[in-house]
Each structure stands twice: as C-alpha cells, then as structure tokens.
C-alpha cells in the first residue's frame, strides 16, 4: 500500500459525459501528478501540482483539467469525453518538488472505460 | 524531445538472471528510475541511479552510463513473482519534476 487514494477504482461512462477522477495523497506528500496509461501507450504525464499550485503540464487534452486543493487532495476533471479517452489513470504523490524530489508513490488508478 | 527505449517482451527462466535495457534521449537529465508494474496494478519503486555505475539492492541492481543514455536492470534469482512489466523512467526538467516512462518491459517468468 502507497499511502495514496484514489477513486473511484473503475468507472464506466459514455461519450461526451464529464467525469471527476479523486486522489488523496501520501500524508505530508505536497506534490500530486497524473499519469494517463492506454494499451499502446506507456504511462503518459499530464500535470502536476505542488501545494494547490499548478507546477508542470505534460500531454494534458484541453478538455482535461485538474486543481489541488488545500487539503492537499486533487481531482481530475474529464469533459466531453471520447472512446479514446479509455485508459488507467494514475495519480502519484512526493514529498517535495524539484530536481531532488526522489521517488513517486502511486496509487492504484482509476480504470475509464468511455463507452 | 524525449525518448525512451526498452524491448517490449522478454521471457526468462525461473532462478535464472536477466538484463532489461533501456536507452533514452531527452532534453535534460536529472536521474533515471526503474519500476515495477504488475498487471492493472499500480507501478511500485524499484531504483534511482543519477551518477554513473551500478546500484545493487538485494536480488536487483540498476546501471547508468550519462555518456551512453544507457541504463539497465538486472534481476538474479528469478521468482515466478518477478513476472511484470518493467517501466524505465527519466527525470528531466529544471525546477519542476517531471518523468517521461518508456513503454514498459514484460516479463515473462517461465518455469
């Protein structure tokens, strides 16, 4: 077990529908990430957030957005979903930000089926 | 840009030593990862290796060659268990932390 939550497990929607994926972070963690892992693809980073505050963007779609907030816990919010969309998403947490961050701990993903 | 490289299946022989690589080419390096993922599991920490050379943690160990964009993963002893994908990952980015993972390795554990 990681320490970080995320929710729900499986989610299974149609297309066009918006969706909010949850994580709770590792207790003290300040950074949140996701990461997008599909089939054909390796796990794919979309943002990161360090103490509420938005500190790198990966291959984030514009119909993808996310916050931090002050309890540390972060949400990911999918809109106008596509069949593509389908995928595992990870959320990962570290203590710190920056190049002496060390490892991420990730949490057990959030598996989207889009219908 | 960033690429990352590793073979996309491997398959070895219980008790028996294998060697995963991975080659990578990306703008700026701070340190390179290997973790583990089972399958629809969460991927877990395996090692870090920001200087050159060899990192030995129990049956696993990590090697790093900057000069090359060059790292492996070895495993001794292998258990069934060890039976997974293997991600490897680069740390780049300054100020920010950002990993790029490579597609991953499966491995197949055979008795």
């Known amino acids: 077990d990681s320490g970080v939550t995320q929710t729900p497990k499986h989610l299974i929607t149609a297309t066009g529908q918006r969706v909010t994926l949850r994580c709770s972070p590792r207790?003290?963690?300040?950074?949140v990430y996701w990461y997008q892992q599909s089939l054909d693809q390796g796990l794919q980073f979309l943002i990161q957030?360090?103490?509420?505050?938005?500190?790198a963007k990966g291959n984030i779609l514009e119909r993808f957005s996310a916050q931090q907030f002050p309890d540390l816990h972060s949400e990911l919010n999918l809109s106008s979903l596509e069949l593509g969309d389908s995928a595992l998403y990870f959320c990962?947490?570290?203590?710190?930000?920056?190049?002496?961050?060390?490892?991420?701990?990730f949490g057990e993903g959030s598996r989207l089926t889009v219908l | 840009g960033q690429n990352i490289d590793q073979p996309t299946e491997m398959t070895a022989t219980e008790g028996a030593i294998v060697q995963i690589n991975c080659t990578y080419q990306?703008?700026?390096?701070?340190?390179l990862f290997w973790y583990q993922q089972h399958a629809g599991e969460a991927p877990t920490f395996l090692s870090y290796?920001?200087?050159?050379g060899l990192e030995e943690k129990g049956r696993f160990s990590s090697f790093l060659s900057r000069s090359k964009g060059y790292s492996y993963l070895l495993l001794k002893e292998l258990q069934m268990k060890d039976s997974a994908s293997y991600l490897c990952?680069?740390?780049?980015?300054?100020?920010?932390?950002?990993?790029?993972f490579g597609k991953g390795t499966k491995l197949s554990v055979i008795p």
């Open positions: 990962a947490s570290s203590l710190r930000d920056g190049p002496n961050t060390g490892e991420l701990f």
């Open positions: 207790s003290g963690d300040l950074s």
């Open positions: 957030y360090y103490n509420g505050e938005e500190r």
């Open positions: 990952a680069v740390k780049s980015g300054a100020g920010s932390y950002q990993l790029t």
């Open positions: 290796n920001v200087l050159d």
């Open positions: 990306t703008s700026g390096f701070n340190g």
